[in-house]
């Protein structure tokens, strides 16, 4: 990306949206109340020839405490001293309020190049705002409208000359999930690929509101990047977030984190707001590639982390678990036995997925958190070859042969791994429809154990086989063409 714009101003200006119309999706949560977005939101954005970064901010607000409204503010603001251009957005319609020339010098003195840009221009009844807005002391505004597309052009031509002026970085590409096998090389032994600076882990944080999710974060990264405090719900937007992760014996971990909202329970869920938060946070999931459940200790295994961490399974990720504010708890022994107890019968379908103990607030047991994270990264990939497989299926027929419902007889002949990420196997067998699901559990629990598949989701497919006789089905020749054939046959 050639440099970074941020997009500040008061709130419910339409930052939210003009961020949307930039990247060309609804990433960013849009609606008619004033502070729908609280935490730095980035995104590739695109203008026709131009691709840049772009920052959706919180709106500003003239608070300086230590309230909710203050820490957003003190996030916007690190915001404009990060981005190479800052965005100053204002309402055409509404015009310029006190606050829009507090923040104008603000911006005056903390960022190097301003646009300023009033929004909501369409129609007549923007004129006057427009004109209000040279006040500001920033040049000329440029007329948009975020939700008709409108000046998106002129936008262009300030923003061009500009980047000129920053240098070119690397664009990432987007990761590969659901990997299908080439047949060809089913029988070779394929190594692991680790994510990569181009190819990052995509790793997704979620579970109930104040579980310390974003202060988790905030702790791996080493900075206080996500707004946090005491009050539940506070992050909205699905924030994805670009960084390196040292683990334990300098492995370094190129990855990019989601933080999530809180996940309530669906009835308990009436908002419009809360119900787009906890959308934005299941797509988080289906794009992640490993997903930490995070539980708080002293209440965890609540009938949402269930709901959560079976939600993470059944989309077919690499589930983490991990037991935050582990730094209160007293007896931690008996705590820690209780909760692996209670992860055995809960959630037997993520049977030997990493359990994790961790402190967000002081930073312990995030060297184990790292190596959990690896664990199941690699396990979600593994890959056991076709003949390992038919040597185990032959074992595993012998010890329990297949049940012979109705009395006919169910024959597994062989079975092959179809996919990666994750595992996904195919036995081709005879009555692929009276397998009892028992059975499918019973081979998926050996290929657990036996292949070193603790906690990852499997996928067993029963596939039936076309019978060994060609001839089967075709229609037999009457006898007297069958005597006129075999008799020309001797002639000759």
Known sequence: MSFTLAIVGRPNVGKSTLFNRLVGKRLALVDDQPGVTRDLREGAARLADLRFTV?????????????????????????????????????????????????????????????????????????????????????????????HGEGLNDLYTLLMPLADQFAERAAEDAPDTDVILDEDDGDMEAEIQMPTARKPLQVAVVGRPNAGKSTLINQILGEDRLLTGPEAGITRDAISLRMDWAGPDDVVLPMRIFDTAGMRKKAKVQEKLEKLSVGDGLRAVKFAEVVIVLLDAA????????????????????????????????????????????????????????????????????????????????????????????????????????????????????MTQAKTRPPGFVVMCSHPDKVPESYSRYLVNGLRLDFDMPGTPIRLWMRGQNDANPYKGRKKAPPSKLRKHTEGRRRD
């Open 299 to 414: 209440i965890p295994f609540e009938q949402q982390d269930l709901r959560i961490a079976d939600l993470a399974e059944r989309e077919g990720r690499a589930v983490v678990l991990a037991v935050n504010k582990w730094d209160v708890e007293e007896d931690r022994q008996a705590k820690l036995k209780e909760l692996k107890e209670s992860f055995e019968r809960l959630l037997p379908q993520l049977r030997g997925a990493p359990l994790v103990t961790v402190s967000a607030k002081t930073g312990r047991g995030l060297d184990r958190l790292h190596q959990a994270v690896v664990r199941a990264y690699q396990t979600w990939n593994r890959r056991v070859t076709t003949a390992q497989l038919n040597r185990w299926l032959t074992g595993m027929v012998e010890a329990h042969p297949p049940p012979a419902p109705q009395g006919k007889r169910i024959k597994l002949r062989y």
């Open 55 to 147: 920052i959706d901010t919180a709106g500003l607000e003239e608070v300086t405490d230590d309230s909710l409204q203050g820490r957003m503010r003190r996030l916007t603001e690190r915001a404009v001293d990060m981005a190479d251009i800052c965005l100053f957005m204002v309402d055409a319609r509404v015009g310029i309020t006190p606050s829009d020339l507090v923040f104008a010098d603000i911006l005056r003195k903390r960022s190097a190049h301003v646009i300023l840009a009033a929004n909501k221009a369409e129609g007549s009844a923007a004129d006057a705002g427009i004109l209000e807005a040279y006040s500001l002391g920033l040049g000329e505004p440029v007329r948009l409208s975020a939700e």
